[in-house]
Each structure stands twice: as C-alpha cells, then as structure tokens.
C-alpha cells in the first residue's frame, strides 16, 4: 500500500531564518506531487507541482521554492522565511493523470 | 479563475439527522470533483471522487452528487454520528493540460452531537 510521510510535524522558526520541509510517498512510482498551504481563513491554496524529477511548476509568486531531487521526494524550502509563511503545510500525491489526491499529515510552521 | 464556494460555512446537526453539504464552482470545465474530509490539524482524508461524466458517487453513507451545467454538487451524509464532526472540502479538477491542479472551497466545518 501507499503511503505518504511529511516532516517536521511542527516547527517554530524566526522570521529570516531558512525553511526544508521534506514530504516522501512509498509504495508508489512516477506520482505527481504537490504543496499546498493552509492559512487561517484563506483555504487551501496550490503552492508547487511536479509531474517528474527535477520538473516544478510554482502557481503562486512567493517567498518559497520546491525540489524533486529524487522520484518520491518533494522537498519545499526558503532562503528567508517572513511572518507570512506561517501556516500548514501540506504535501499530496496522485498517480499521473487527476486521479484522487492522497494528503500526508501535513507540517504546522509557525514564523515569529 | 476557477471559484469555489462551500455553504454552509458550518453546521451543527444532532446524531441520526441526514444532511446535505453544498459546493458551487463558477467554471464548468472540470475533469472531476472530491470531497475530502479533514479533521483538526490532521492532513485531508480523500470520501469520493466524481468524474465530470458522472451523475453521483457513493460510499457507505455518503452520496455525492455533481449537477456539472449548473457548476453545483453536493455531499449526501445519512444517519450523520459524532464521528462525522470535522471539517468538509470540495475541491474542483480542471480539465486540459492542468489536471491536477485541485481548487478547494473553504470548506464546511460539520459538528453532530450526541
């Protein structure tokens, strides 16, 4: 069976400080994968996708940026995190094609 | 721009009622539709996914439907019991080379009691 894994759980960081939030998916090969964040009272936004290694679309100009360095991994990362970061952030795979999304548990940042 | 909105913004039902959640979305150009759940800091539980082609999807007592023309579908919950409390998300599957790319309503945050 597959399964998705995301970590840290939680993390508290201070504003200037550098982000790497590491999501991996088993049991499963060639998935799309995706970040989402989840900010009170704005829903569930569409951060990066990736259809293949090394292949990032970004859907909204931000402070972050995404890697695949490897098939299952998705890595999301800042240089310089601001107050507006803070959020859950939330990590998805599907097989190729838009099939169901399955969601990990998901990574709570809070920027101070 | 693919909208969603989800009404109620919150619900709060006693046990045994049947309910209905609502989704709208302002581009009928979709591929599918999921209903997810989420419940407090937990990652979303993927209940159903309808095609564009199809009229309904079921699953135990959860029936989701989908009017695509009308840009509406809606979540069937029978006989609801405490453990169905948590947050409900629709979200919307575009159509083309996006597919993939969900639109998420804000959600519809349920609470039954007993």
């Known amino acids: 069976s597959q399964t998705i894994h995301q970590w840290p759980a939680t993390l508290v960081q201070p504003v200037g400080s550098p982000l790497s939030l590491e999501c991996t998916v088993e049991g499963t090969s060639n998935p799309n994968l995706y970040w989402y964040r989840q900010a009170a009272g704005r829903g569930l936004q569409l951060l990066f996708y990736s259809v293949g290694i090394g292949q990032i679309s970004s859907e909204v100009p931000q402070n972050l940026s995404a890697s695949r360095p490897q098939d299952r991994q998705f890595i999301l990362s800042s240089k310089k995190l601001l107050l507006s970061d803070s959020g859950f952030y939330l990590c998805?795979?599907?097989?190729?094609?838009?099939?169901?999304?399955?969601f990990g548990p998901g990574t709570r940042l809070l920027v101070l | 721009k693919q909208e969603v909105t989800q009404i109620p913004a919150a619900l709060s039902v006693p046990e045994g009622e049947n309910l209905v959640l609502n989704c709208s979305f302002t581009d009928s150009a979709i591929y599918n539709l999921q209903w997810f759940r989420q419940d407090p800091g937990k990652g979303l539980t993927s209940l159903l996914l309808?095609?564009?082609?199809?009229r309904e999807q079921t699953s135990g007592r959860l029936n989701a439907s989908l009017d695509k023309s009308s840009g509406r579908s809606t979540l069937y919950i029978a006989a609801s019991q405490p453990g169905d409390s948590a947050t409900y998300l629709c979200a919307v599957c575009p159509g083309g080379t996006s597919y993939g790319k969900l639109t998420f309503g804000q959600g519809t945050i349920l609470t039954v009691h007993p």
């Open positions: 998805a795979w599907s097989v190729l094609g838009p099939g169901t999304q399955y």
């Open positions: 309808i095609q564009s082609s199809q």
